[in-house]
């Protein structure tokens, strides 16, 4: 195909669209040096600090004139100045790892292919390997023949997808979600978007271990079903946020069978550890859910964002989202993206999670999930638990205070102790929780080693004597 010069914009140069004909020197020396500061942004990790102290102010508004490749390098050096470090081995306040090499070059080929998971033919082969790599996730949890399922940008979405698909199902415009005090605050946007009923969602008691109290949730079926209301959907947890603790999915899912009632199992944080058959008892049940969610953005290092919402029924997604596309051909194979969930135009974020996968194996997987809980059983042993309130669930998550039961002693020692830990390189969180503030550990980063531990465990007993 030629093209006439004269059409093509006037920019400075064209070097700002790569030549499609040829192998274009501009783009090719601009990847190479935008990979050579990322590189050394993130081997200078452990000499800095998770949280940087610097806040640079790069200039916002284009200019007049575009910048050249120098302007360029240099806008984007001011802003990982000022990023957050997850690569620092100790960045441990929240569900953020280093990313995996694999899903860094992955992310950088799915910028470069600009395809559109919208329809079939905006992403002919991506819309495959999406279809494929649910069916694969699914088949690892243990779902039926028919399960499937769509990637979204992030657990909330995941989780309003997977209520809308309840929903859908059950024929009704309004009802109650049961899930448990602990549940995600995702869940009160699904049912804000949802147009639900102001107290549609009945948050209900947990158990000493963090995971929904069973017997709290039958009485509430009962009621609900007494009083002729409908219940579009019982959410369980399988990896709370602040302590990491799972529901009882077995039982959970036994009373939605007695009661017919729609599962959905957020498991953005605790899924994933299912993939790994020697740790999949920790998430005993979830194979008996209509709908997941599951997060490998949250431990598995795969680039944000990476969630998806499985169903146990495929089908139900269509039913729930389809619209026609009109103005798109018909797909040969599968369904269009933009007709199995809310986005329409989405990237493929399928090629960094599979090339993660295929990067780590399934040796590799259980390590990662392995080597997050021994760190995180290494640092519960080496913590003073006459003087500390110790809370976790079965997971990689560990949240601790004082024992005092005034809320205004953990309230002051955890902020204090989490700037100390800061200016030592250590970042920790601070959720409020019963009342209380906490200090939340995640243990999911791979670089955070038994001497990181011991240090972070030291720092921690010396802010309980001083
Ligand atoms: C993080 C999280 C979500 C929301 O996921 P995003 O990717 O942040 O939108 C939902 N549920 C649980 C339990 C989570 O931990």
């Given amino acids: 195909m030629h093209a006439s010069t004269d059409l093509r914009p006037d920019l400075h140069s064209l070097d700002s669209f790569a030549s499609p004909d040829q192998t274009d020197p501009v783009l090719q020396d601009f990847l190479h040096r935008a990979a050579d500061l990322l590189c050394h942004w993130i081997g200078a990790a452990s000499q800095g600090v998770p949280l940087p102290t610097v806040r640079p102010q790069p200039d916002v508004a284009p200019m007049a004139a575009g910048l050249g490749m120098e302007g360029l390098l240099k806008d984007l050096q001011l802003v990982m100045d000022g990023a957050y470090q997850p690569s620092h081995p100790g960045a441990l306040a929240h569900l953020d790892p280093p990313p995996l090499t694999a899903t860094i070059a992955a992310d950088l080929i799915c910028a470069g292919l600009n395809n559109n998971l919208l329809a079939e033919e905006l992403s002919p082969g991506l819309t495959d390997l999406e279809h494929q790599l649910c069916g694969w996730f699914c088949q690892r949890l243990g ?18 997808m997977g209520l809308v698909v309840a929903r859908t199902d059950a024929g009704v415009r309004d009802g109650v979600v049961l899930c448990s005090r602990d549940a995600h605050v995702s869940l009160q946007k699904a049912a804000t978007v949802m147009g639900l009923a102001d107290e549609a969602l009945l948050q209900l008691p947990v158990d000493s271990d963090g995971g ?37 999915l077995n039982g ?86 933009g007709e199995l969930g809310l986005q329409g135009t989405r990237p493929a974020e399928v090629l960094k999670l599979w090339l993660g996968l295929r990067q ?17 059983a290494m640092l519960k042993q080496l913590l003073p638990e006459d003087r500390l309130l110790l809370m976790d669930g079965g997971l990689h998550l560990l949240a601790l205070r004082p024992r005092q039961d005034d809320p205004a002693v953990s309230a002051r020692w955890t902020e204090q102790t989490r700037q100390l830990l800061m200016r030592q390189g250590f970042l920790l969180s601070r959720p409020r929780y019963d009342d209380h503030h906490w200090l939340k550990v995640v243990l999911g980063n791979p670089h955070t080693t038994s001497s990181h531990l011991q240090q972070l465990a030291g720092l921690i007993r010396q802010q309980l004597t001083d």
Avoid at 144 to 155: C, F, R, T, Y
Avoid at 223 to 235: E, H, N, P
Wanted: proline share 4%.
């Fill in 143 to 160: 779902l039926p023949e028919q399960s499937g399922g769509v990637l979204a940008s992030g657990g909330t979405l995941s989780n309003l």
């Fill in 212 to 248: 929904l109290n069973l017997a709290a949730l039958e009485s509430a079926l009962v009621d609900l079903r007494r009083d002729g209301r409908c219940c579009l959907a019982v959410v369980a947890t399988a990896g709370t946020t602040v302590r990491g603790a799972v529901d009882p």
């Fill in 252 to 337: 959970i899912a036994s009373l939605c069978r007695r009661e017919g009632v729609w599962l959905h199992v957020d498991a953005a944080i605790g899924g994933v550890f299912a993939l790994w058959e020697p740790l999949a008892s920790l998430m005993k049940g979830l194979h008996q859910a209509d709908s997941i969610t599951l997060n490998p953005q949250k431990l598995l290092g795969i680039t944000k964002t990476s969630s998806m919402l499985l169903l146990r029924d495929r089908s139900k997604l269509r039913q729930a989202f389809s619209t026609g596309l009109p103005y798109m051909e018909s797909p040969c194979g599968d369904d269009h993206g």
């Fill in 360 to 376: 780590l194996g399934i040796d590799g997987i259980g390590s990662v999930l392995e080597s997050a809980l021994e760190r995180k």
